[in-house]
């Protein structure tokens, strides 16, 4: 089977640095996705690894190791606006399915 | 870019009757979407994934009578929730695949059951 595991909820200020890290179990890796979540909305992509290495896109990044099955999401000068649900999603070969983690809720504060 | 239409955006419908959710690509043709349900706090939980022209596959724990998919065309498919209880309440989403752009979501649909 497949699992992700994500930490629960984040809480930082406004400004500050956060790491969601993501640690995944799968057969037939194909790439981890990061999503964002408001409340009450569709998920939004933020970023995509295929392969071992930093992805910068803007005030986002995203980190890949598929020896260590690990992965995180920085986020960077946080924003009141950044607060929300943040996920990670494995692609599987197979089928091109997309399994999400659990996700991490961000609480940025003032 | 690509974009995914998904109909309606909330309904509420009472216990015993079915109710159909449009999910359409608007620019592109997908031949795979998958539907998913997201409990309030919780994480996306694939149901099926749905092909266009076959029969749609479903995750395991997922009753198929349940959760009718129809993939007619290369741009639309549905999903009928059929004698809906209150349990079925839940935010219900698509997503259409392209290798050229990868995932793209529908808005979702929450359901209420009353």
């Known amino acids: 089977g497949q699992s992700l595991e994500q930490p629960s909820e984040v809480t930082a200020v406004e400004g500050a640095i956060v790491q969601i890290n993501c640690t995944y179990q799968t057969s037939g890796f194909y790439g981890l996705s990061w999503y964002q979540q408001h409340d009450g909305g569709a998920p939004t992509f933020l970023s995509y690894?295929?392969?071992?290495g930093l992805e910068e896109t803007g005030r986002f990044s995203s980190f890949l190791s598929r020896s260590d099955s690990y992965g995180y999401l920085l986020l960077q000068e946080l924003q009141m606006k950044d607060s929300a649900s943040y996920f990670c999603?494995?692609?599987?070969?197979?089928?091109?399915?997309?399994?999400f983690g659990g996700g991490t809720r961000v609480l940025v504060k003032p | 870019g690509a974009v995914v239409s998904q109909h309606p955006s909330w309904v509420i419908c009472k216990s015993g009757t079915s109710v159909k959710i449009e999910c359409r690509s608007l620019d592109f043709q997908a031949t795979t979407m998958f539907w998913y349900r997201q409990f309030p706090k919780q994480s996306l939980m694939l149901m099926a994934t749905?092909?266009?022209?076959?029969?749609?596959?479903?995750e395991q724990g997922v009753e198929k009578d349940k959760f009718l998919i129809n993939h007619a065309s290369l741009t639309l498919s549905t999903l009928t929730v059929t004698s809906a209880h209150p349990e079925d309440s839940s935010f219900y989403i698509c997503s259409a695949f392209r290798d050229a752009d990868g995932y793209t979501f529908g808005s979702g649909t929450r359901l209420t059951v009353v």
């Open positions: 690894n295929a392969l071992d």
């Open positions: 999603a494995v692609r599987r070969a197979a089928g091109n399915k997309l399994t």
């Open positions: 749905s092909n266009e022209g076959s029969k749609a596959t479903y």
